[in-house]
C-alpha cells in the first residue's frame, strides 16, 4: 500500500495486562507516560490516546499514536531506534501480550 506523506496516520496497539501492572502499565501507555514522552521528542507527534475496554476483557487496552504522516513516523523510529528499543524491553514486563493492530488514516 502506498502512503501519503501528508496525512496524518493513527498506530493502534492491544495489550493485555494482568491484574497486578495495570496501574504501572496506565502510568507508562497514557498520553503523558513515557512513550508519550519519548514520540514528543519528534514535532510530527501529535498526541497518544489511551484506551481502556470497560464491556469486553478485562485488563484489555488500545493505545492510538497520532502523527502528522507515514513518512515522519518512520524517521522519528530510525533517529530514535535505541531509546525506543529501552522502553519496549522495560515495559514488555508489564503486558501479557500486545499487538499492533495496524496504521490508519481517517477518510474525511
Not at 470497560?54 to 502528522?68: F, K, M, Q, S
Not at 528499543?85 to 477518510?107: N, W
Request: with cysteine; proline share 2%.
Amino acid at each position: 500500500m502506498k502512503w501519503e506523506a501528508g496525512k496524518v496516520i493513527y498506530i493502534l496497539w492491544e495489550f493485555k495486562i494482568s491484574p497486578e501492572n495495570r496501574a504501572e502499565f496506565e502510568l507508562a501507555y497514557r498520553g503523558d507516560g513515557v512513550w508519550a514522552e519519548l514520540f514528543r521528542r519528534d514535532p510530527a507527534y501529535m498526541k497518544t490516546i489511551l484506551l481502556k475496554d470497560i464491556e469486553g476483557e478485562l485488563g484489555r487496552y488500545v493505545t492510538v499514536d497520532v502523527w502528522e504522516n507515514r513518512s515522519a513516523y518512520s524517521q522519528f523510529k530510525d533517529r530514535f531506534a535505541h531509546e525506543y528499543s529501552d522502553i519496549d524491553r522495560r515495559c514488555e514486563a508489564l503486558t501479557d501480550s500486545e499487538r499492533l493492530i495496524g496504521i490508519f488514516e481517517a477518510l474525511g
